[in-house]
């Protein structure tokens, strides 16, 4: 199925490794020339040159988005943008006791601030330009949260939350914005987590015994599994293109059934 993003140029954070990476690889395999973003200029240069060899057009964008000044540096890098894929964030595992007032003013800059500062970079020249779309990587702890990484949680909320009223804001502009919520999906450091956790909650056996336990216990839902990054990847290419002009202010889940409601 053609998804019609030849010709189109999309950004996507936090792309030199895990989920961004197979979202950038997936966009530039529709034809789509991606700009690869990360931290570290050496593994976002090598995701850009993989992407090349496999036929596909990619360029790089090195910063840290928690800052005004390296968020400038990302947005000239990466030029007039078409797509706007807001994945950069972090997490971890700290608990309410844990928790700093430092700690959730810093995961709020990374995980939302940073991706106001894109869109306030790059979705004034969409509108000028009169398509673009703009898609949060957000989750399902937004309306089903645990009781560990409250932060966290709530800066999923707020990027569901931006999402929407970015929506009503570009009413009328050809320009959409969305979210994609994926479940717990299966890259690095969920295979490291999930590894370092077994032995206290009881879970042993091979990977495929962990996975499955995890799925039934830890993060239960219909798949009985993890999600994989294409999965997740594959949600994101269609609200990249035409076929999702109607589509706005919405929020695709691809969680396997983790979220236990109908709307």
């Given at each position: 199925m053609d998804l019609h993003l030849k010709g189109r140029r999309a950004l996507v954070t936090g792309s030199s490794s895990g989920l961004g990476e197979a979202i950038a690889r997936?966009?530039?395999a529709e034809g789509a020339e991606v700009v690869v973003h990360g931290r570290n200029a050496a593994r976002t240069e090598a995701v850009a040159e993989a992407i090349r060899e496999e036929g596909g057009a990619a360029v790089t964008a090195v910063g840290d988005l928690g800052t005004d000044e390296d968020a400038d540096a990302v947005a000239a890098s990466a030029g007039p943008v078409d797509i706007l894929v807001n994945n950069a964030g972090v997490y971890d595992r700290l608990g309410w006791d844990e928790l700093s007032s430092g700690d959730w003013a810093a995961i709020y800059n990374v995980n939302v601030i940073a991706a106001a500062r894109m869109i306030r970079r790059l979705v004034p020249g969409m509108r000028a330009r009169g398509w673009g779309r703009v898609i949060q990587i957000g989750g399902g702890l937004a309306s089903q949260p645990m009781a560990d990484a409250p932060h966290y949680n709530a800066t999923l909320a707020a990027r569901h939350n931006l999402a929407?009223?970015?929506a009503r804001e570009l009413k009328g502009t050809g320009v959409t914005s969305n979210v994609v919520s994926p479940g717990a999906v299966l890259v690095d450091h969920v295979r490291e987590l999930v590894t370092q956790i077994a032995p206290a909650r009881g879970w042993s056996g091979e990977w495929a015994d962990l996975e499955r336990a995890a799925s039934d216990e830890w993060v239960p839902n219909d798949a009985d599994r993890f999600g994989?990054?294409?999965?997740i990847a594959g949600a994101v290419a269609?609200?990249?293109g035409p076929?999702?002009?109607y589509v706005s202010g919405a929020t695709l889940?691809?969680?396997?059934?983790?979220v236990r409601s109908a709307f």
């Open positions: 997936l966009l530039a929407t009223s970015l994989r990054p294409d999965e269609y609200l990249c076929y999702a002009d889940r691809v969680d396997g059934g983790t």
